[in-house]
Nanobody, 125 residues
Framework: QVQLVESGGDSVQAGGSLRLSCAAS??????MGWFRQAPGKGREAVAT???????VYIDSVKGRFTISKDNAENTLYLQMNDLKPEDTAMYYC?????????????????????WGKGTLVAISS
């Protein structure tokens, strides 16, 4: 059974940085991503990375967030810089075994096969 476990969420002031990690029980996915859900809002994909390492970001985080993975450690990361209050949300790691190429695309992806339980990021102004 696939397990994804997030860590790294915290409460920081605006302008600060956080690094989220997602430890996976396996790493044979074609697409992985970070999603977030703010209070009272729907879930949105923030960033995706495919098996070749190609990355896609939603406009609101471009230049501030970086998604990366360490295949040797079975770990997915999200480096978040210049954090804003609107980044406050529960952040989820997700993975899929079929999405690939142009379909592993943060603005278009709404669901994946496997999910972690989330880690909370709270940004104060």
């Amino acid at each position: 059974q696939v397990q994804l476990v997030e860590s790294g969420g915290d409460s920081v002031q605006a302008g600060g940085s956080l690094r989220l990690s997602c430890a996976a029980s396996e790493f044979t996915f074609t697409c992985m991503g970070w999603f977030r859900q703010a209070p009272g809002k729907g879930r949105e994909a923030v960033a995706t990375i495919d098996s070749d390492g190609s990355t896609v970001y939603i406009d609101s985080v471009k230049g501030r967030f970086t998604i990366s993975k360490d295949n040797a450690e079975n770990t997915l990361y999200l480096q978040m810089n210049d954090l804003k209050p609107e980044d406050t949300a529960m952040y989820y790691c997700a993975a899929d075994s079929f999405l690939a190429g142009r379909y592993c695309d943060a603005p278009r992806v709404h669901n994946m096969d496997y999910w972690g339980k989330g880690t909370l990021v709270a940004i104060s102004s």
